[in-house]
T-cell receptor, first 115, second 113 residues
Framework: NAGVTQTPKFQVLKTGQSMTLQCAQD?????MYWYRQDPGMGLRLIYY???????DKGEVPNGYNVSRLNKREFSLRLESAAPSQTSVYFC??????????????FGPGTRLTVT | GESVGLHLPTLSVQEGDNSIINCAYS??????FIWYKQESGKGPQFIID?????DKRQGQRVTVLLNKTVKHLSLQIAATQPGDSAVYFC????????????FGTGTRLTIIP
């Protein structure tokens, strides 16, 4: 049981290049999330998927697209990378435990640098 | 807009002492709060949560207190250990039907041996 996995761990892009960050979870969770974390700041939600086939914008969606490929996988795409997208990206998943808990399980993160 | 903030960005505590990390929130309608721990180079890990109909919840060595009157949340860690050194985030869900978390900026806790 690996939990939430992310690839790659590190990536350097030039401005204007594109790439896709991959995320997979093996906990059979319905909800998945993409966050970015900038130095000295908390996590900010980019996109969210409540179930397979649905996605919703978060706080900072501009410059990103997502695909909920199936229940396990949720990918984040940067179509034309900009230096402002230099950040650490975290994927998370959750399954609401009745009305008691909204615990989200996080992956190890992808460190992205755009030059 | 609504936000979740923290009073102190850093906190140093002697090993074995208790530590208290504070968090202020501005949305009086928030339903649910979580504390996460993030060690260097890792993703956040769930510590403890509390619903707005409670004012205290205890876990193993941790206690979360919620004061809705002043919109304040605290995390108490008892008998701190070196492994407690990390950044601690509070997060809120503005309404219980919505699973989107809003995170605070974090407090770095350093345990002094």
């Amino acid at each position: 049981n690996a939990g939430v996995t992310q690839t790659p761990k590190f990536q350097v892009l030039k401005t204007g290049q594109s790439m896709t960050l991959q995320c997979a979870q093996d906990m059979n969770h319905n909800s998945m999330y993409w966050y970015r974390q900038d130095p000295g700041m908390g996590l900010r939600l980019i996109y969210y998927s409540a179930s397979e086939g649905t996605t919703d914008k978060g706080e900072v969606p501009n410059g990103y697209n997502v695909s909920r490929l199936n229940k396990r996988e949720f990918s984040l795409r940067l179509e034309s990378a900009a230096p402002s997208q230099t950040s650490v990206y975290f994927c998370a998943s959750s399954e609401r435990q009745g009305v008691a808990s909204y615990e989200q399980y996080f992956g190890p993160g992808t460190r992205l640098t755009v030059t | 807009g609504e936000s979740v903030g923290l009073h102190l960005p850093t906190l140093s505590v002697q090993e074995g002492d208790n530590s208290i990390i504070n968090c202020a929130y501005s949305n009086s309608a928030s339903d649910y709060f979580i504390w996460y721990k993030q060690e260097s180079g890792k993703g956040p890990q769930f510590i403890i949560d509390i619903r707005s109909n409670m004012d205290k919840r205890q876990g193993q060595r941790v206690t979360v207190l919620l004061n809705k009157t002043v919109k304040h949340l605290s995390l108490q860690i008892a008998a701190t250990q070196p492994g407690d050194s990390a950044v601690y985030f509070c997060a809120e869900i503005p309404n219980f039907g919505n699973e989107k978390l809003t995170f605070g900026t974090g407090t770095r806790l350093t345990i002094i041996p």
